[in-house]
Each structure stands twice: as C-alpha cells, then as structure tokens.
Nanobody, 130 residues
Framework: QPHLVQSGGGSAQPGESLRLSCAIS????????IGWFRQVSGKESEGVSC????????WYSDSVKGRFTISRDNVKSVVYLQMNSLKPEDTGVYYC???????????????????????WGQGTQVTVSS
C-alpha cells in the first residue's frame, strides 16, 4: 500500500505563506491524481487542490484559487501545496491523498469516504491567525 508522508504547515499570520509537502512512496506516477483536502472542525472535508499526474491538469477550489499552487517533483515523488496570502478561514487540518483512476477535478469532488482513494497522508495542522 502506498505511503504518503506530509511535512510543512504550522502557524502563520494573515497574508503570510506556508508550504505543504507530500512524499509518496512507490512513485507518484502510479496514481492518476494527487490532491490536498482540508478538514475544519464541524465542517465537511473540502477538496482544496488536485493534480492529474497524466496531463498535469490542476483544479482549485474557489476559496483558494489565485492564492494556492499545487506542483510536483516527479524525481522526488513529492507533491507540494504552496499557500500564499493566507486567510484565517484557511485554518484546518490538511491531508494529501492519492487516487486512481480519476483526474484532478473528479478527485477534488470526492468525499473522504470514496473507495477510490488509495492512500492518505497523516494530516498537517495549518493555523492562520493574527
């Protein structure tokens, strides 16, 4: 079973930046899409940004579009989420995940209980406050 290990995150003030990393054992290209989800206490899980590994297409939720960027390093098998212009409402636990055989947009629309998720990272707390 693939193993996803997250790093990065932490605390930031509004307007600052943070970067999350997700290292994927077994090879990033073994999956059709990799993405980031966030969980805020009392709310449903939200697909923040997802990337197709086949054609590099990317999808962003409206809440982060223009501020967050998803990228990857195929050699290192790492997916990144660069988070700029952070807002207090970005606070939550962020998880990376891998799926097959769907693409970016379909992945980000999946609920966390979907059977197509192959693996999840351990979760990383991001807190944005002044």
């Amino acid at each position: 079973q693939p193993h996803l290990v997250q790093s990065g995150g932490g605390s930031a003030q509004p307007g600052e930046s943070l970067r999350l990393s997700c290292a994927i054992s077994g090879g990033l290209l073994d999956y059709s899409a990799i993405g980031w989800f966030r969980q805020v206490s009392g709310k449903e899980s939200e697909g923040v940004s997802c990337m197709s590994t086949k054609d590099d297409s990317k999808w962003y939720s409206d809440s982060v579009k223009g501020r967050f960027t998803i990228s990857r390093d195929n050699v290192k098998s790492v997916v990144y989420l660069q988070m700029n212009s952070l807002k207090p409402e970005d606070t939550g636990v962020y998880y990376c995940a891998a799926v097959s055989p769907f693409g970016a947009q379909a992945m980000c629309a999946m609920g966390p209980e979907s059977p197509f998720f192959k693996s999840w990272g351990q979760g990383t707390q991001v807190t944005v406050s002044s």
